[in-house]
Each structure stands twice: as structure tokens, then as C-alpha cells.
């Protein structure tokens, strides 16, 4: 019986004692979501596969077929199940808990005998179930239908197909349970803020749909969610954290796999990312019949790629890593736009740092003899010259922050400032001072305290290293002054906060107490003195602009000032108007 461990060479006992060291590191359990199905299927199709398929099934789920217009099939009047016809145009849900809307909706005429002939139809008509088998051969109900559990969909052409999908539909039945993939915390999100948008980086990158904006955060289904990871990977606060495992736990294992390759005399480390479903499986086709991974690459199994986040790239270098490679399909399940990004984010800081050479890329292909050649094609690159030991705890967030800072010190050639590309999860803003008037209204959006303001002066700071560039600051400004700067300074974490604007303030001409900005009230006394006509000879009025509130206050109480007093409102018609117009013209020609 051949062996079916990865080929290892003369380093065998260095990557033995690897990959021994990471199975022993525990794992947390994985929480659960309770799914439960009573058996109720709905076989959407065009042509009688549905019926064939309604038949096969009727012993065994509550059966209903749906025939697509105009549902002109041969077969009996009389059935044992329901068949009506219609055209799904709103599909939502889960496995267990799909609802329906239906257009075009009629039932069979009872006198039907020969083929079923349909009564008066509707638009409108609703329908829930457990299960969806899909024989329409037109377009699936749902974005990435191949990743929504209990919706089968087979191309009705197929019978090979429909059979197994028939048997499939046969066993969803019963309490079901899944895996809550990602931990969610909806006070860290920063989706958005007083109905202004910031970040929507996984409501973009979700291919399964199970993500939607509920107000200030969003909403993650974990009945509908399928796992990929990407909206983990791509969340700058942590509010989105996978769960199988955890950030810290996986990078507790990554670790514990290095050390012990490189105190058993292990050099050059390659890390190899794969999943169950494809790596796993692939390796071993590579180790019996092919020659193995090199010896000095080291497999590590993660439940999908797409989890991969941009702290676990950063602590495989940190520990010692030379290179990572990461194992896809050629032709993924889903999109990994997320992965690309997570990539194309770590490529600039690994250059930054002097990590030179090609130090990360993913493979894409099915065929095992490709990963061997294309894993003995990677120069031997030297690793970190001080290798990291630190021990990941704490949300991804931290993590991150940590591992980033680990892999500094550790790096041969580090500089203090990388510009990073859209979407990093780090970096500054930037803010046009001249046309800042200091309204903080910033500071209210931004969600993690990255812009702060004085409690004694007029001020507008920054701190840099609790920036994750979300973006609410530059949506919610009302002079568009502030634009985003992708970055990552690692003097952020150490560095006090940063004077973006700072202006003198304006004292009450009552008590002398500091209360607003002394640019934005002289501008407004200047705006409303003798051109406003409620201000016009009332130097009164204007001086209650100049007081604190308190001040304000007491001066209106004790003079019995009336609010309501001012010099009548000229009369102005429309000629008045329109004459200003065309002086106005006359100054400044319109284009």
C-alpha cells in the first residue's frame, strides 16, 4: 500500500515535526445555526422532466410542481400531486424558509382529462417551502445558486442529472445543522452613519447574498451564508471575524507549524494555503501517483481560501515563512475577487519591507502535477532574518495590528511608510485646511475615533492608527475638504494624535468664554449686518450672535428682547427680483 503523505526528500523530519506541531494545536468549537425542514418541495420546471421528477419524489416530500408558461404538456388531467403554472419572479430565503412570488399563476381545470388545461391566472401569488429543485433551464433564482443550500438546480435536459438531484431533494428532510461561518458584531461596523454610506466592502464582495444594509450596519444571514470568508477577510474593524477558526486561533496554528520546521532544521519554508474540499484531496492524488510536494513546502489546510485575510499573510512572513502559495480551483465556485485583493493588498507591504522576489501567489488549476511543477519552480527566497514568536490573541482587528508590527521588526529592509491600494484597512486623510470651517462634522460620523476634536480650542485631530478608511468622514463632510489616503505607517501606533486644522476661538463679548470658531462668526455677523433685514439697524441683535448660549440666554430674559421684533420685511414683487437678476448679468455674464 503506497504511502500518501506528500513527498518530503532529506527534510523529512523537519516538515514531519511541522505539520505534527500544528495538528496539535486545539481548536475552538464551531457554533451552529438550527435548520429544520419539513419535506415541502417545490419542482419548478418547463416540460414533463417536472412531472417524472414529482412522481419520483411524491412518496417521500410534500410535492407541488411549477410549470413555466405556456405549460403546454402531454400527460394525464389527474395527478397525485399539485401542478400549476407560473413564473417565479421574486425568489428570497433558505433552505427551509423560501418564499416565493409568483406571476402568471393559474391552477389545472378539474375537468382537465387528455392535458392539463389551466384555469384564469394572477400575478402576485406567494408560495413558501422547504426545498426548490430547479428544472427550468433558465436562469438560477439566486445570485451563486450553486451555494444556496436546499436549492437544487439541474439543466432538465440532463435525466443522469435530475435522478441525482431527485435523490439529493430526497434526504433534506428533517434538523438540520450548519455552521455559523462568521462572527458578527454590528457595533464595530462602519457601514454607514446618519443614513450616509461608508464602508460596503462585503456587501460588494458577498457572492451568496446573505449580507444587506439594516441602518447603520448591516445584516449577515448566517442561514443563506455559504462560508467563502471574503467578507471576513475584507472587514477593516473586525465586526465580520470567521469562526472556523478564528483569525487567532488559525494564526496560533500557522505558527506553531513554523517554529517547529525551523527548530527542526528546516529552512526556506514555503507555505502552501489549500482547502478540504479541492487541496486536500489534490495532494493526495500528487503523493501516490506523482513526486510529492518539495520538501520544503509546507501543506496547511484552512476550510476555504477566500478566508485567507491579510493577518494571516503578514504572520506567515513574521514566523519565517520565505513564500506562500495559495491552491484554488481553475474554475472557482464562486468570485474571489476578496482573495485578489487580500493578495494585491500584502504585495506592497511585503516589497515595502524588503521581502523582494515573488513571495505570494495563488495557483489556479486542477491538475496535481501542475501544483508540483509550479511548487518546484519557487526560488528558494531567504525568510525573515529575525523571525517572530509571538502568540495571536484577541479579534482580528488586533491581530492584525500586531502581526503588522511583529513583521516589521522582523523584516530585512523595513521602511516607515507604504501607500496601500484602495480599500486598505489602514491609513490618513487629508484635509483641505482653507476650506475646512471646523463644523466637526466628521468627527460625529467617524465611527472609530480616528477624528477627534478639543475640548479647549477649535481643533480637528487625527489619529492615524485607528483609521480603517471606511469613508464616512469624506461622505458626511459638507465642504468635501477631506480625501482618503491608503496607507500604513508604522509609527501610527506609537504616534500622538495629528493637528489637521486649528483655528482661534471666539470669545463672548459677555463673559469672555470660548465658544465657537472666530472665522465662522465673524463670516455670519458679516453676512447678516446691514444686508439682512432682520439685522438692519440692530447692532442688538447681531451682539446675541457674538454671546455663549448662556449669556445669550440671560440677556434676552432680563432686556425683554422680542424674537420677534425686528423692522418689518420689505415688500419685494417680481420685478425687484427679476431687475437684481439682470444687474446681476450685467456684472458676471451667465454661461
Given at each position: 500500500?503506497?504511502?500518501s503523505?506528500?513527498?518530503l526528500g532529506?527534510?523529512?523530519d523537519?516538515v514531519?515535526?511541522a505539520?505534527?506541531?500544528?495538528?496539535a494545536?486545539?481548536?475552538?468549537?464551531?457554533?451552529?445555526?438550527?435548520?429544520?425542514s419539513?419535506?415541502?418541495?417545490?419542482?419548478?420546471g418547463?416540460?414533463?422532466?417536472?412531472?417524472?421528477?414529482?412522481a419520483?419524489?411524491?412518496e417521500?416530500?410534500?410535492?407541488?410542481?411549477l410549470?413555466?408558461?405556456?405549460?403546454?404538456?402531454?400527460?394525464?388531467g389527474?395527478?397525485?400531486?399539485?401542478?400549476v403554472?407560473?413564473?417565479?419572479?421574486?425568489?428570497t430565503g433558505?433552505?427551509?424558509?423560501?418564499?416565493?412570488?409568483?406571476?402568471?399563476?393559474?391552477?389545472?381545470?378539474?375537468?382537465?382529462?387528455?392535458?392539463l388545461?389551466?384555469?384564469p391566472?394572477?400575478n402576485?401569488?406567494?408560495?413558501?417551502c422547504?426545498?426548490i429543485?430547479?428544472?427550468?433551464?433558465?436562469?438560477p433564482?439566486?445570485?451563486?445558486?450553486d451555494?444556496?443550500?436546499?436549492?437544487l438546480?439541474?439543466?432538465?435536459g440532463?435525466?443522469?442529472?435530475?435522478?441525482?438531484?431527485?435523490l439529493?431533494?430526497?434526504?433534506?428532510?428533517?434538523?438540520?445543522?450548519k455552521?455559523?461561518?462568521?462572527a458578527?458584531?454590528?457595533?464595530l461596523c462602519?457601514?454607514?452613519?446618519?443614513?450616509?454610506?461608508?464602508c460596503t466592502?462585503?456587501l460588494?464582495?458577498?457572492p451568496?447574498?446573505?449580507i444587506t444594509?439594516?441602518?447603520?450596519?448591516?445584516a449577515i444571514?448566517?442561514n443563506?451564508?455559504?462560508?467563502?470568508?471574503?467578507?471576513?477577510?475584507?472587514c477593516?474593524?473586525g465586526?465580520?471575524?470567521y469562526?472556523m477558526p478564528?483569525?487567532?486561533?488559525l494564526?496560533?496554528?500557522?505558527?506553531?507549524m513554523?517554529?517547529?520546521?525551523?527548530?527542526?532544521?528546516g529552512?526556506?519554508?514555503?507555505?502552501?494555503?489549500?482547502?478540504?474540499?479541492?487541496?486536500?484531496?489534490m495532494?493526495?492524488?500528487?503523493?501516490?501517483?506523482?513526486?510529492?510536494?518539495?520538501a520544503?513546502?509546507?501543506p496547511?489546510?484552512?476550510?476555504?481560501?477566500?478566508?485567507?485575510?491579510?493577518?494571516?499573510?503578514?504572520?506567515?512572513?513574521a514566523?519565517?515563512?520565505?513564500?506562500?502559495?495559495?491552491?484554488?480551483?481553475?474554475?472557482?465556485?464562486?468570485?474571489?475577487?476578496?482573495?485578489?485583493?487580500?493578495?494585491?493588498?500584502?504585495?506592497?507591504?511585503?516589497q515595502?519591507?524588503?521581502?523582494?522576489?515573488p513571495?505570494?501567489?495563488?495557483?489556479e488549476t486542477?491538475?496535481?502535477?501542475?501544483?508540483?511543477?509550479?511548487?518546484?519552480?519557487?526560488?528558494?527566497m531567504p525568510?525573515?532574518?529575525?523571525?517572530?514568536s509571538?502568540?495571536a490573541?484577541?479579534?482580528?482587528?488586533?491581530?492584525?495590528?500586531f502581526?503588522?508590527?511583529?513583521?516589521?521588526?522582523?523584516?530585512?529592509?523595513?521602511?516607515?511608510?507604504i501607500a496601500?491600494p484602495?480599500n486598505?484597512?489602514?491609513?490618513?486623510?487629508?484635509?483641505?485646511?482653507g476650506?475646512?470651517?471646523?463644523?466637526?462634522?466628521?468627527?460625529s460620523?467617524?465611527?472609530?475615533?480616528?477624528?477627534?476634536?478639543?475640548?479647549e480650542?477649535?481643533?480637528?485631530?487625527f489619529v492615524?492608527?485607528?483609521?480603517?478608511?471606511?469613508?464616512?468622514?469624506?461622505?458626511?463632510?459638507?465642504e468635501h475638504?477631506?480625501?482618503?489616503?491608503?496607507?500604513?505607517?508604522?509609527r501610527?501606533?506609537?504616534?500622538?494624535a495629528?493637528v489637521?486644522?486649528?483655528?482661534?476661538?471666539?470669545?463672548?463679548?459677555?463673559?469672555?468664554?470660548?465658544?465657537?470658531?472666530?472665522s465662522?462668526?465673524?463670516?455670519v455677523?458679516?453676512?447678516l449686518?446691514?444686508k439682512?433685514?432682520?439685522?438692519?439697524?440692530?447692532?442688538?441683535?447681531?451682539d446675541?450672535?457674538?454671546?455663549?448660549?448662556?449669556?445669550?440666554?440671560a440677556?434676552?430674559?432680563a432686556?425683554?428682547?422680542?424674537?420677534?421684533?425686528?423692522?418689518?420685511r420689505?415688500?419685494?414683487?417680481?420685478?425687484?427680483?427679476?431687475?437684481?437678476?439682470?444687474?446681476?448679468?450685467?456684472?458676471?455674464?451667465?454661461?
Open positions: 500500500m503506497q504511502d503523505r506528500p513527498a532529506s527534510h523529512a523537519p514531519i515535526s505539520l505534527q506541531a500544528a495538528a494545536v486545539p481548536m475552538p468549537d464551531v457554533p451552529f445555526v438550527r435548520i429544520d419539513s419535506g415541502v418541495i417545490l419542482v419548478y418547463r416540460d414533463e422532466t417536472a412531472l417524472e421528477a414529482g419520483l419524489l411524491k417521500h416530500l410534500d410535492i407541488t410542481v410549470i413555466t408558461p405556456p405549460a403546454l404538456i402531454a400527460g394525464p389527474v395527478t397525485d400531486f399539485p401542478v403554472k407560473g413564473k417565479v419572479v421574486i425568489a433558505h433552505f427551509g424558509a423560501f418564499d416565493l412570488v409568483v406571476d402568471d399563476f393559474a391552477e389545472p381545470d378539474p375537468s382537465s382529462r387528455g392535458a388545461v389551466y384555469g391566472a394572477r402576485g401569488a406567494q408560495s413558501r422547504d426545498i429543485l430547479d428544472l427550468s433551464g433558465g436562469s433564482l439566486f445570485a451563486a445558486g451555494l444556496r443550500d436546499g436549492y438546480r439541474v439543466d432538465p440532463n435525466r443522469s442529472a435530475m435522478l441525482d438531484a431527485v439529493k431533494a430526497r434526504d433534506l428532510t428533517g434538523t438540520f445543522e455552521p455559523r461561518y462568521v458578527y458584531d454590528e457595533s462602519t457601514h454607514s452613519r446618519s443614513n450616509i454610506v461608508g466592502r462585503c460588494e464582495l458577498c451568496a447574498g446573505a444594509p439594516a441602518g447603520d450596519h448591516v444571514d448566517p443563506v451564508c455559504a462560508g467563502c470568508g471574503q467578507c471576513a477577510a475584507a477593516p474593524t465586526a465580520a471575524s469562526a478564528p483569525a487567532d486561533a494564526l496560533r496554528k500557522l505558527r506553531a513554523l517554529l517547529a520546521y525551523r527548530a527542526a532544521g529552512t526556506h519554508p514555503v507555505v502552501l494555503f489549500h482547502d478540504h474540499a479541492h487541496g486536500t484531496p495532494l493526495d492524488v500528487l503523493a501516490q501517483f506523482g513526486d510529492g510536494l518539495p520544503h513546502v509546507l496547511f489546510s484552512v476550510n476555504e481560501t477566500t478566508q485567507i485575510g491579510l493577518e494571516s499573510i503578514v504572520a506567515g512572513f514566523y519565517g515563512a520565505s513564500a506562500i502559495r495559495i491552491l484554488l480551483r481553475d474554475r472557482p465556485w464562486h468570485d474571489i475577487f476578496g482573495l485578489r485583493q487580500t493578495v494585491a493588498l500584502a504585495e506592497p507591504i511585503l515595502g519591507l524588503g521581502f523582494s522576489g513571495r505570494i501567489a495563488t495557483l486542477d491538475d496535481p502535477d501542475v501544483v508540483g511543477m509550479a511548487l518546484r519552480e519557487v526560488p528558494l525568510s525573515a532574518p529575525r523571525p517572530a509571538f502568540q490573541t484577541g479579534g482580528k482587528r488586533e491581530v492584525l495590528r502581526a503588522l508590527r511583529e513583521l516589521y521588526r522582523a523584516a530585512p529592509d523595513p521602511v516607515e511608510i496601500l484602495k486598505a484597512p489602514f491609513g490618513a486623510v487629508e484635509v483641505d485646511a476650506g475646512c470651517s471646523l463644523c466637526l462634522a466628521c468627527v460620523a467617524c465611527p472609530t475615533a480616528a477624528l477627534r476634536d478639543d475640548l480650542r477649535p481643533m480637528l485631530l492615524e492608527d485607528a483609521c480603517v478608511q471606511c469613508g464616512l468622514c469624506q461622505a458626511t463632510c459638507p475638504v477631506i480625501t482618503l489616503k491608503p496607507q500604513i505607517d508604522f501610527a501606533a506609537t504616534a500622538p495629528r489637521l486644522k486649528e483655528e482661534e476661538p471666539f470669545c463672548c463679548i459677555q463673559c469672555n468664554k470660548p465658544f465657537g470658531v472666530k465662522s462668526i465673524d463670516r455677523v458679516a453676512k449686518e446691514g439682512h433685514w432682520m439685522y438692519a439697524g440692530s447692532s442688538r441683535r447681531t446675541l450672535i457674538k454671546m455663549c448660549e448662556n449669556c445669550r440666554v440677556v434676552v430674559s432686556g425683554h428682547f422680542d424674537p420677534y421684533g425686528a423692522p418689518d420689505p415688500l419685494r414683487t417680481t420685478d425687484d427680483y427679476l431687475r437684481e437678476r439682470d444687474l446681476a448679468d450685467k456684472r458676471e455674464p451667465r454661461t
